[in-house]
Each structure stands twice: as C-alpha cells, then as structure tokens.
C-alpha cells in the first residue's frame, strides 16, 4: 500500500506528462487551424467533436475506466473549447442575459472561455451572427412543458443561417428570496412561462395571492428580487448564486422531467456525420391531402420522421418537420430537389437528442 505523499507524487507525475500531452495536442490542432485558414473551412465542426467523443467512449468501455460518459464529455468539449479559442476566438451570441438557462446551453458547448454576447431577443441574436458579429448564435427551440419557441421558427423562416448543432438540458428553477418568511413575500419575479412550470409548488407554498410580474429572462428576475427584501425569484441556482440571493428551495417546477432543446445556428453547413438530424420549414399549397402526398415522399424513402409540428407565419401556416438523416443522404437528396420551391433546409446537424 502507497503512503499519501506517495500517492500525490504519482499524481504530480501524472498531470506533469497530462501538461506536456495537452501542449503536444494543441500544436497539432494549430496545424489544423492554419490548414483550415487557407480553405476558409470553420474551426468548430460539431460532427468531427461528436466522432471523437464516441471513439473515447467506445475505447473506455473496453478499458473498464473510471469515466463516465457524462464526464469524458466534461473534460473533452472544455478541451475542445479551449482549442477553438487559441486559434481563432469568435463570439457566441446568446438570449441573454448571463446565468440564464440559454447561457447554460451555450457553456455546454462552448466551454468557459469563450467570448460570450448576451442579447435581449431572440431576433438580435439572428441579427448579430448574420452580421458576422458573433461566428454562433444559441437560441431555445421548444420546452417538455411548453412546446414550440414561435419567436425561433420566425427567425429561422427570416434569415438565411443554418442550424449546426443542437443542445438539450434539464431545466431546474429554484425558488430564491432575501425574506425569511415565506408568508411576507408579496411579489414573485420571473419569466412568464416560469410561472406555469411551477403553479403546483406556488400553490401548495399559499403563494396564489402573491403578485407574479413577468420579467425578460429568469436571471434578470434572480437580479430584481434581490434589490427587494419582501420579493422572490423563480430562476436557476446560478442566477441566484451570481446575485448573491439566498435559494430556499431547489427544484420546485412541477415537471421534475422539464427540458429545453436549443439550436446553434452560423453561417455554414456540417458534414454528413453517419448520425444526423435535418430541420425543414415546409409550405404546403392549400389543398386536401398535401400533407399526406408529401409525407409520403419521405415513407417510400424509408426516412424517418422524428418531428411534425404547423406553425403560424404573418397569418400563412407552415410546418416544421425533422427526420433522421442528413440532407445530402442518397435516399434524401432527390426529395429535397424535387421540392425546393416548398422546403427551406434549416439544417443537418449530430443528433443527440430525439425529443424533449
């Protein structure tokens, strides 16, 4: 049996010779980087990390290793990030602001040193990555509890950006207050969808006479509630946490299962990466039977759908379909030629999730 001190100095050897491999690992992805440079080809290419994370997994299975899958994906895309970034820092737009559940998405994928540029809309995030501000841009597309994020659909219906990679989290609240006694709290700040996730936990705290005042995101109702020593915030831990406003309880939405899928969006297009999903807006002619007639293009295919959902655009209905494939695959290609004038490819990106 090794003593502590021998333990540690094992330790110290280990993360001497960790140093040394992360500069070797470095240097050849600058290679990368200067190869890419003379293309124009992005440095980020979520199917390329998405590939690597999957040999890693496979590989330590068969070592038996202590990692887990969640944490190989931990130490790995913060890696990956810290790459990006040491040959070409770009911003990363988000729906703001900081601590928000967006945020959260976006350091998922991104990792901590990235340059983050928070937004008040969903549209100014569209606006910012069209313009070449920010090189990505991270936006909620639909809630377990709430459905479909209209305000994204519209975006990507307007702008001509392509969805590269999705993202889903669970989406916890905490119930945060500078007030000691439940029963003195008079108003409760947060999103407005916040309020419905959470209406059984309100309820049963004999908060239903409390005010509810909607605010832009559930950070900025963690910033407001600790100005106010009778108020309270629904908001996650971390925006609690960043305005120093004590969290009385944790977890309280109804659905402890509720999830919030994102997409993020740039400027170019992925590889096919053998495990992919495409996101279409379809316009159909108004006609009994179109839906049908065009579902049945993709049936025939043998292509699966994963998603159906119609959707209002300035009064026209549309539908946002998904299906597991990407768009250049053999069996879709000729069906996505054939209909060009209906179907707007949003984009082929790494499936990761099914649905929330």
Do not use: W
Not at 52 to 81: H, P, Q, S, Y
Not at 122 to 128: G, H, L, M, P, T
Not at 197 to 204: A, E, I
């Amino acid at each position: 049996m090794m003593t502590l001190d021998e333990l540690r100095g094992k330790i110290d050897r280990l993360d001497d010779t960790l140093l040394e491999l992360y500069n070797e690992r470095m240097e050849l992805v600058h290679q990368v980087g200067e190869l890419k440079n003379t293309t124009g080809a992005p440095i980020y290419r979520p199917e390329r990390e998405q590939a690597i994370l999957n040999r890693l997994k496979k590989r330590n299975k068969r070592l038996n290793g202590k990692l887990t899958e969640g944490a190989i994906d931990a130490l790995f895309l913060e890696m990956f990030a810290v790459a990006r970034n040491l040959e070409l820092p770009e911003g990363v737009a988000f729906l703001g602001p900081e601590a928000s559940f967006t945020h959260q998405a976006a350091e998922s994928k991104f990792g901590a040193m990235s340059a983050y540029l928070p937004m008040n809309s969903i549209e100014a995030v569209f606006r910012e990555v069209e313009k070449g501000t920010a090189k990505f841009g991270v936006i909620p597309i639909e809630n377990s509890s709430n459905g479909i994020v209209s305000d994204t659909i519209n975006c990507l219906d307007e702008y001509d950006l392509k969805i590269i990679a999705e993202v889903m989290i669970d989406v916890h609240f905490a119930f945060a207050t500078l007030c000691e006694d439940v029963k003195k709290i008079g108003k409760i700040y947060s999103k407005d969808i916040a309020f419905g996730q959470c209406r059984l936990f309100l309820h049963d705290l004999g908060l239903d006479e409390a005010e509810l005042v909607p605010v832009e995101s559930t950070a900025k109702a963690a910033k407001l509630a600790a100005q106010d020593a009778h108020a309270a915030a629904l908001c996650p831990a971390i925006a609690a946490k960043l305005y120093h406003l004590p969290i009385r309880f944790n977890n309280v939405e109804d659905n402890t299962h509720n999830r919030t899928r994102f997409f993020i969006i740039s400027d170019f297009e992925n590889a096919p990466s053998g495990d992919d999903k495409t996101s279409l807006l379809v316009r159909l002619s108004n006609r009994p039977g179109s839906l049908v007639d065009f579902l049945n293009h993709f049936e025939e295919a043998g292509i699966n759908l994963a998603k159906i959902k119609s959707h209002i655009v300035e009064g026209e209905s549309i539908f946002f379909i998904e299906f597991h494939g990407h768009k250049d695959d053999a069996n879709v290609k000729p069906i996505l030629d054939k209909m060009q004038n209906e179907i707007k490819v949003l984009g082929s990106y790494v499936r990761e999730t099914d649905d929330v």
